[in-house]
């Protein structure tokens, strides 16, 4: 079964591991955020990209979510000494991610051609996709100003209050042939459980990518999502204050309200917890299953993809008897 | 005394650390060869300039001759997974030096003020310049055609005859402000036991700064050298072969007729094992002295360093008797 799975970082990483984990190799595509990339000490850093990379190479570090396991912080150490500002944590070997990166687009290569490059040499079977290969920065405007993304994320650690989202050149930004062609052949479209306004926000802002999206809907695609806001919390980062500093409910229906004003989802997942908020979004549109939707190991993650993945075919099938996930035999 | 001393990589590193011991702070000032300067990984890597600032700021490692002590290769095992050649190793230490630099350097900081900002950050007590803020290129043609400087020197271990050495970009480069002031304002000029046609044959190919130091020359500055070359060997590196490729007579005194030849040397220090040379030397121009030049610790750094020095002063003082270093007492 062909997946194309929507991503920003670590929540999206946990469900793409396991949608990863529950497909045989080459099925998954993942379409990951490059809103938050930034260039700091000269290196090209694709946080969301590597976040999903690490994961699905099985290399990432397990408690904090980002970077690779068992990390050195010799190169930080030493900048420091130089009176480097570093404030933007980076790893020894993930230093090597962003080294080779940054040496390949120096070199003329596309973003897309080297994501596929750096996913082929770690042994990912699955693909992961930049939402565009041109450079997409989501800035801030906050009631300190305008502020980069990781600025506000990581320096100020997400005090601020938000106020306005800009994602600087997705105008001249376009869709890739390869996220084109994803899109295209997917038999279902997965939205993870990443911030809907930083994460899958720029994403859908691709010129381009919400109508292959809709496309693909209108021909019987299932879009399946997932509620990254429990009990009216973000699970990780800043969505909930976010969407309060937005004016929007900070919770899985104001999470159904912005996808389904861009008619995305035929199915949310909402975390038991947001039981009572299951009508309410079905007014909206989308259906709602109740599950849990915490993935604290890595087989909860497989569980809830599954899960995803199960409920997708049922959609089909119910649309399209030939597509019966499981024929029942003829009498 | 104010001293500028010409350099290469380790040899210069050494001596320069010699002059750095005997002089006091800020009266040294280092101008290195940029002519090994690299590209690698996307960063700007400056060898001879790192070895002299690593071992100026009392952390180079002291078995190789470059990088920094108690390194680290976390950075270079990841480039390697990702598939990466690696022969040209960098330690994770020596890495936020580079990332440091480049960095600058893209901010489009000039290549001086970049050095003499790390030289502060490391507590070095001495000036490092480049020869130039220029980019040069050391270009070697050998029987396998033409190569880049590292990829002769370190890729392939300096094996293949070189047969001709172009420094590519010199005609363009200019003399900065910096090393002209360093060399009009110096008391002694010193030139290192560094590879003559490699190391000290770029900094003197910068248009004007060989003039500068006749110049100074001619108002009574004494200018010292030392041979790398003892017993008719490199102490390190490939300029007894290079030397003898060239059609030179690989020895002190092929050193002596290189510098002879554009009338450099007030004084060449030679080691004890070349003392049959001394006359031929002398032949040419230069003074000769006589000593141990094997730098094999701190102290005999130090030793040679201030025998040169002495002598310089003592040449000094016979041309103004004024500048006499130890003026006896009258009767």
């Known amino acids: 079964m062909r997946v194309v799975c929507l991503a920003g970082g670590v929540g999206g990483a946990k469900l ?9 190799p080459g099925e998954l ?22 976040t999903v990379l690490y994961t699905l190479a099985g290399i990432a570090e397990p408690g904090q979510g ?15 000494r130089l009176g480097e500002e570093t404030w933007f944590r980076l790893g020894d070997k993930d230093i090597a991610t962003h080294l080779y990166r940054t040496a390949r687009l120096r070199g003329g290569a596309r973003p897309t051609e080297i994501a596929l490059d750096m996913s082929r040499a770690l042994g990912v079977p699955s693909r992961i996709l930049p939402m565009t290969d041109q450079s997409v920065r989501t800035r801030l405007r906050t009631d300190d100003g305008w502020l980069d993304f990781q ?7 997400q005090t601020p209050d938000v106020r306005e989202v ?10 890739t042939p390869e996220c084109r ?6 038999e279902t479209i997965v939205i993870a459980p990443s911030n809907p306004i930083v994460s899958i926000g720029p994403i859908l802002a691709v010129p381009g990518l919400l109508a292959e999206i809709l496309a693909a809907r209108s021909r019987g695609v299932p879009t399946v999502g997932v509620s990254g806001i429990v009990g009216g919390k973000a699970l990780r980062g800043p969505a909930d204050r976010m969407m309060s500093g937005l004016g929007e409910e900070s919770s899985a229906l104001g999470v159904a309200r912005r996808y389904a004003a861009q008619e995305l989802l035929d199915l949310l997942f909402i975390d038991r917890e947001d039981d009572a908020l299951a009508d309410p979004i079905r007014a909206l549109g989308p259906d709602v299953v109740v599950t849990d939707t915490i993935m604290t190991s890595n087989s909860s993650r497989a569980r ?12 089909r099938a119910k649309r399209d008897p030939a597509m019966d996930p499981e024929p029942r035999a003829r009498p």
Chains 1, 2 share one sequence.
């Not at 793409?16 to 045989?24: C, M, N, P, R, Y």
């Not at 800009?166 to 869709?175: N, P, Q, T, V």
Request: charged fraction near 25%.
């Open 16 to 24: 793409a591991d396991g949608l990863q984990q529950e497909l045989a």
């Open 166 to 175: 800009r994602f600087e050149g997705i105008e001249s930004a376009s869709l």
């Open 151 to 157: 600025d506000y994320f990581v320096r100020l650690r």
């Open 181 to 186: 062609e994803a899109i295209r052949s997917a």
């Open 304 to 315: 809830l993809a599954r899960e995803m993945l199960d409920a997708a075919a049922a959609m």
């Open 66 to 80: 980002w970077g690779i396991a068992g990390e050195t912080w010799q190169v930080m150490g030493q900048l420091a």
């Open 29 to 50: 595509t993942v379409i990951v955020n490059t809103g938050d990339d930034l260039e700091r000490h000269s290196l090209t850093i694709w946080p969301d990209h590597d």
